[in-house]
Structures are given as C-alpha cells and as structure tokens.
C-alpha cells in the first residue's frame, strides 16, 4: 500500500498564493504520474495538473499560467504552487499517485484531502 500525506492548504485572499505538498510513502517500487485533483461544493472532481515520470506535466486550461506542478523524485514528492488564486479556485484538493509497490501492480492511490478557500 502507498501512503499519502498531503499538506499546505488553507484560507487566502484572492490574489495570493499557497503550496500544496503530497509526500508518498510504503512499499514502494516505482511512481508515475503525480498529480493533484480538486472538488468544489456539488461539482465533480477535476484534474488540475499532472507530472508523469517521464517529465511532461499537463494542466487544466483554468489554471495554466498560475499553477506550477513539481515533484521530488528523491524525496517521492510532489507539490502544487498556486499563484493568483482566485475565489473560483476554493475547493477540496486531493494529490493522486500511480504507484507499482512490492506486492501490488501499478494502481491509483488518493489523499484525504486538503481544503483550499479563496476568499474575495
């Protein structure tokens, strides 16, 4: 099983800025895609942005030019900076990681979560 901590959310003006943290750990062989998911109030889950082990990152339209994905191979990490958010960005943040452990194959795991809120 792999484990995901998530950190960094919290209540900010409109204009500012957090950074998300979603560290992985357990029984892990390799990682793939990294990426950070997000729910408002009576809406679907969203991709917001992704980083695949090869490199390449992708990014809701919404948030390209404002959000910056990264990851800490080394440290089996990955962060979300979030710049210029907006009210529209409030909801609940969840880090999504594809990960290959020593008893399981590559599978999709999930965070509980961190709330984002944006106020005007």
């Known amino acids: 099983q792999v484990q995901l901590e998530e950190s960094g959310g919290g209540l900010v003006q409109a204009g500012g800025s957090l950074r998300l943290s979603c560290a992985a750990s357990?029984?892990?062989?390799?990682?793939?895609?990294m990426g950070w998911y997000r729910q408002a109030p009576g809406k679907p889950r969203e991709l917001v942005a992704v980083?695949?082990?090869?490199?390449?990152?992708n990014y809701a339209d919404h948030v390209k030019g404002r959000f910056t994905i990264s990851r800490d191979n080394a440290k089996n990490t990955v962060y979300l900076q979030m710049n210029s958010l907006k009210p529209e960005d409030t909801a609940v943040y969840f880090c999504?990681?594809?990960?290959?452990?020593?008893?399981?194959?590559?599978?999709?795991?999930w965070g509980q979560g961190t709330q984002v809120t944006v106020s005007s």
């Open positions: 357990g029984r892990i062989r390799s990682i793939y895609s």
């Open positions: 980083s695949t082990s090869g490199g390449n990152t």
């Open positions: 999504n990681v594809d990960a290959k452990t020593l008893t399981r194959a590559s599978y999709s795991y």
